[in-house]
């Protein structure tokens, strides 16, 4: 019973390779299919502080212990806290940076109306050894004069 069933798979296994054999190799490249019509990139509109249309009035940080920081200018700032580690400037957007010991304070000035100078609106502090975030009014504490 096993040679006959060796026997009868014999020449389905030689049809399966005739079959792939008689096939002519197709040197042609592939048909190429289309999707849909191309539409070209377009460059996207600039944001409204580049073009001077639409400003956007920033939000502002309200928290206990920043009442004299929040909505000061960078002199203001750099009276309570001494010279800037860092000043970054960006279009109309300033960052001031202050540190000590203890911990390191970035401050973020936008200004609140279109063409104004730009005052603190948000705060954010950490420690100096790890980066990890600390209280934001301790650290505003800490590093004033």
Known sequence: ??????????PLLAACGTA??????????APRIQTGSHTP??????????TGAGFRAPRV??????EGVIGANATSLMRQFGSARLDVREGDVRKLQFSGQVCVLDIYLYPLNQGAEPTATYVDARRASDGLDVDRASCVAALKR
């Open 20 to 29: 792939t054999q008689s096939r002519p190799a197709s040197t042609a490249p």
């Open 41 to 50: 990139p377009t460059n996207p509109a600039p944001p409204p502080s580049v």
């Open 1 to 10: 019973m096993r040679n006959s069933l060796i026997l009868l798979a014999i």
């Open 61 to 66: 940080m309200n928290l206990p212990g920043l």
